[in-house]
């Protein structure tokens, strides 16, 4: 199975900055990398798609890039609604698996 | 975009099981191979089972691999989730998603869930 690795599980940003959330996969998955957004209580959203396209409707302070084995979601000027928890997954093969998340806190 | 609603969910006892169905509507299901994908409280994601868009093609994880059994029915546009043996450690949010025929699969549209309690 492909194990995806998160980092960091969780941090705290303020409204306005920068914050970048990487994920490590086990092997080489090309651009097979997807991002989601998870609010509380809610079900996952798709924010970003093939590692580096933007999901229709999603703001483009988002953005994911990477290839290979090592990807990174960035969203530039945090908003309140960005706090959430962020999940990678892998579609390159079966399983599917998604990364253990990360926790964005506001500061 | 398909707009899917999750149901059955239910408390049963260990060994039990337990059938959930996701029922679509906005668009016709058979464009779309379907997931379950679940979610222990104050746990991450664990996708659990695939099924193409004709139906004749399926994949499950290990951890339920030989327990659960995914079908579907283009007809009703509906996607069920056929749950056997159920242990403490199937308590979840069941969340049935769809994937639109791509090159890289996505899981695109989330249902909102139905929760699924495994306890004596």
């Known amino acids: 199975d492909i194990h995806l690795t998160q980092a960091p599980s969780s941090l705290s940003a303020a409204v306005g900055d920068r914050v970048t959330i990487t994920c490590r996969a086990s092997?080489?998955?090309?651009?097979?990398l997807n991002w989601y957004q998870q609010k509380p209580g809610k079900a996952p959203k798709l924010l970003i798609h093939?590692?580096?396209n933007l999901q229709t409707g999603v703001p483009s302070r988002f953005s994911g890039s990477g290839s290979g084995a090592d990807f990174t979601l960035t969203l530039s000027g945090l908003q309140p609604e960005d706090f959430a928890s962020y999940y990678c997954?892998?579609?390159?093969?079966?399983?599917?698996?998604f990364g253990q998340g990360t926790k964005l806190e506001i500061k | 975009e398909v707009q899917l609603v999750e149901s059955g969910g239910d408390l049963v006892e260990p060994g039990g099981s337990l059938r959930l169905s996701c029922t679509a509507s906005?668009?016709?299901?058979?464009?779309?191979?379907m997931n379950w994908v679940r979610q222990a409280p104050g746990k991450g994601l664990e996708w659990i089972s695939y099924?193409?868009?004709?139906?004749?093609?399926?994949y499950y994880a290990d951890s339920v691999k030989g327990r659960f059994t995914i079908s579907r029915d283009n007809a009703r546009n509906s996607l069920y989730l056929q749950m056997n043996s159920l242990r403490a450690g199937d308590t979840a949010m069941y969340y049935c998603?769809?994937?639109?025929?791509?090159?890289?699969?996505?899981?695109?549209?989330w249902g909102q869930g139905t929760l699924v309690i495994v306890s004596s």
């Open positions: 997954q892998q579609s390159f093969t079966f399983p599917r698996t």
């Open positions: 906005g668009a016709p299901i058979r464009n779309y191979a």
């Open positions: 998603v769809s994937s639109a025929l791509a090159i890289v699969a996505k899981f695109d549209d």
């Open positions: 092997q080489n998955i090309n651009k097979y």
């Open positions: 093939s590692a580096s």
């Open positions: 099924i193409n868009n004709s139906g004749k093609g399926t």
